[in-house]
Structures are given as structure tokens and as C-alpha cells.
């Protein structure tokens, strides 16, 4: 059974401050890990995909994956109100033809 | 990023009925494409991979009779909800992947009254 644990949260950040996003699998197969924003009533956009070990930066956001503790994380720069929303870990054995399982997300709230 | 369009957005149905849905890929062909589903405050849980041109593939307890998928093309992928009953309303996403980073439809919000 291929399970991805986050913490639901609420999770409160100042704004102007770093949101740091948690998330671990099962999976010691998994491939390929990407992290999802989803706002209420909305499909999930895709903030950023790692799929080796390390970190990844894209403007404020950075990916952190370290297969060997079958972890991977999110921190958000300089937070915004409107990065308030659900966050998504996902995972995926890595083929194309294989979908993702997903964490349950945390809600991060981004206090002005 | 590639674009992944699903129509409708929203459809109220009666108990009873079945509903189509559609998902596209706009600018890539998409040999397969994966539909989920999310129930309010829950995570999005896979229930079936549309593969063009063959029968779909479903995870576990998800009924095929119940969630028609046709992948008739490379660009279309549609399920439909047979006999749709008001424990069936959910949100519906359909996904690609063309390249490594796998991109969502805006979802379906069904509704069954």
C-alpha cells in the first residue's frame, strides 16, 4: 500500500516569513515527487516537480527530496496571502504510466 | 505548462442518470491520462488510468461498470458516470502527463439531487 503522509495542519506563518511543508512515502520505488497548491473549489496547480536528491529552486519555492529518508519538502519564501491555500505532496513510481498518490495537504495560512 | 481542459466545470444531475465528462489535452497528445476524484476535505484519490486506443485500467473498489472511460483518441479521454446517485457527487480531475511533470484539468463539480 502506497501511502504519503503530510500534516493537515492548520499551519499559521507570518507573512514575509519562510512556510516550510513536510511530507513522507512509503514507496522506496518512488521516482518522481511533486508538490500541488490547491485553492478551495479548485483542481490542484502544479508548484514544483524533483526528482533527484538535493534541493530545487523555483523564485520563492524550494524542493528538498532525500530518497534515503523517503522524505521530500517545501519551504516558500517570503510568503504572501496568497499563498494561503492546501498544499499537495504527490508521488509516483516514476513511468508515465503510473498516477500519482497524494498526501491529504496541509492548509497553510499566510497571517498579514 | 501543457494544457489539460475538462468540461464541464459543474453538472447537477438527477438520481438515476449518467453524465459524460471530458478531458483534453490542448496542445500534446496524451497517450494516457488518469482520472481522480476528491471528496470535500479529502485528498484526491486515483481511480482509473484511460489508455488510448484500450481498456482502462481501475484501482481497487472503483466500480467499472459504474465509471465508463473511452480514450478514443489522443487528445480525448471521457468518463462517464452511469446511474449516478447522490453518494457519486464528487469532484472530478482528469490528468496528463506529456513530458515528466503530470498537469491537471479544472475538474468537474457533479452533483446527483
Known amino acids: 500500500q502506497k501511502e504519503v503522509e503530510q500534516n493537515s495542519g492548520p499551519l499559521s506563518v507570518p507573512e514575509g516569513a519562510i512556510a516550510s511543508l513536510n511530507c513522507t512515502y512509503s514507496?522506496?520505488?518512488?521516482?518522481?515527487f511533486f508538490w500541488y497548491r490547491q485553492y478551495s473549489g479548485k483542481s490542484p496547480e502544479l508548484i514544483m516537480s524533483?526528482?533527484?536528491?538535493g534541493d530545487k529552486e523555483d523564485g520563492r519555492f524550494t524542493a528538498q527530496l532525500n530518497k534515503a529518508s523517503q522524505y521530500v519538502s517545501l519551504l516558500i519564501r517570503d510568503s504572501q496571502p496568497s499563498d494561503s491555500a492546501t498544499y499537495l505532496c504527490?508521488?509516483?513510481?516514476?513511468?508515465?504510466?503510473?498516477?500519482?498518490?497524494f498526501g491529504k495537504g496541509t492548509h497553510l495560512i499566510i497571517q498579514p | 505548462g501543457a494544457v489539460v481542459s475538462q468540461h464541464p466545470s459543474w453538472v447537477i444531475c438527477k438520481s438515476g442518470t449518467s453524465v459524460k465528462i471530458e478531458c483534453r489535452s490542448l496542445?500534446?497528445?496524451?497517450?494516457?491520462m488518469f482520472w481522480y476524484r476528491q471528496f470535500p476535505k479529502q485528498s484526491l484519490m486515483l481511480m482509473a488510468t484511460?489508455?488510448?486506443?484500450?481498456?482502462?485500467?481501475?484501482e481497487q473498489g472503483v466500480e467499472k461498470d459504474k465509471f465508463l472511460i473511452n480514450h478514443a483518441s489522443l487528445t480525448l479521454s471521457t468518463l462517464t458516470v452511469t446511474s449516478a446517485h447522490p453518494e457519486d457527487s464528487s469532484f472530478y480531475i482528469c490528468?496528463?502527463?506529456?513530458?515528466?511533470?503530470?498537469?491537471f484539468g479544472q475538474g468537474t463539480r457533479l452533483t446527483v439531487v
Open positions: 490528468s496528463a502527463r506529456p513530458t515528466g511533470d503530470v498537469f
Open positions: 514507496d522506496r520505488g518512488s521516482q518522481s
Open positions: 524533483i526528482y533527484s536528491n
Open positions: 504527490a508521488v509516483n513510481l516514476g513511468g508515465g504510466a503510473d498516477g500519482l498518490t
Open positions: 496542445d500534446f497528445q496524451a497517450t494516457t
Open positions: 484511460s489508455n488510448e486506443g484500450s481498456k482502462a485500467t481501475y
